[in-house]
């Protein structure tokens, strides 16, 4: 399941919704991070192993991200994400951990507590999608055009992702910083991905 060699997600779990790579780290109070778009567990891997040190963290790849299944017809839209964050807090026997959701995180977070019942001991939203509208112009043009999109030759899908991933992105970051961000997307299986995951963007979920 490695994509980079200082972060590895080695657990699964056979969800509803597909395998979800996922990863237990340190000892204590239990604390969960869900990951935004276009992003993966990745992003958290420096609070993950920083927090590890105190408290038991429960990190995921979303369905269709990172090192989780990716195929074709699969159901990423934050709805699916929310039913599979439901089994895992199951899975894991969680019941009021302390949660932290980025971006779509955010939204997935705020849906688990206000239609799933779930209750958490401490909420951080950190830039959570939350209030519409939230689609950006480029994902619009991307679900006007999504067959164009879905066909661009890999290196030119490439240049466009690493653009967007740049946007999303608070500093600078050179070429090989910006690299693992970037891999999940790479190759048939990755845009394919990428381009479903952005056609499932649907604010009527938030």
């Avoid at 090192?67 to 089994?87: F, H, P």
């Avoid at 689609?135 to 030759?153: G, K, M, N, Y």
């Avoid at 899908?157 to 999940?184: F, W």
Wanted: glycine share 8%; charged share 20%.
């Amino acid at each position: 399941m490695s994509v980079t060699a200082d972060w590895r997600l080695s657990r699964t779990y056979d969800s509803v919704g597909g395998t979800v790579a996922y990863e237990v780290l340190g000892d204590g109070p239990p604390v969960v991070l869900v990951h935004g778009t276009p992003s993966w567990s990745y992003l958290w891997r420096n609070v993950a192993n920083e927090l590890a040190e105190r408290f038991t963290i429960y990190v995921c790849d979303l369905l269709g991200y990172g090192t989780s299944e990716k195929r074709e017809g699969q159901d990423v839209s934050i709805g699916a994400q929310t039913r599979m964050l439901v089994e895992l807090l199951e899975l894991w026997e969680l019941e009021q951990p302390c949660i932290a959701g980025h971006d779509f995180g955010g939204a997935i977070t705020l849906r688990l507590m206000l239609l799933e019942g779930r209750r958490f001991s401490r909420v951080a939203l950190c830039d959570a999608v939350a209030i519409a509208p939230w689609i950006t112009p480029f994902s619009r043009h991307v679900q006007r055009h999504l067959e164009a999109f879905q066909t661009v030759p890999e290196h030119i899908h490439r240049q466009m992702i690493a653009a967007h991933l740049r946007t999303a992105i608070a500093r600078e970051m050179s070429d090989a910083e910006l690299e693992p961000y970037l891999l999940p997307w790479l190759g048939p299986i990755g845009q394919a991905a990428y381009y479903r995951q952005v056609a499932q963007f649907d604010e009527r979920y938030t």
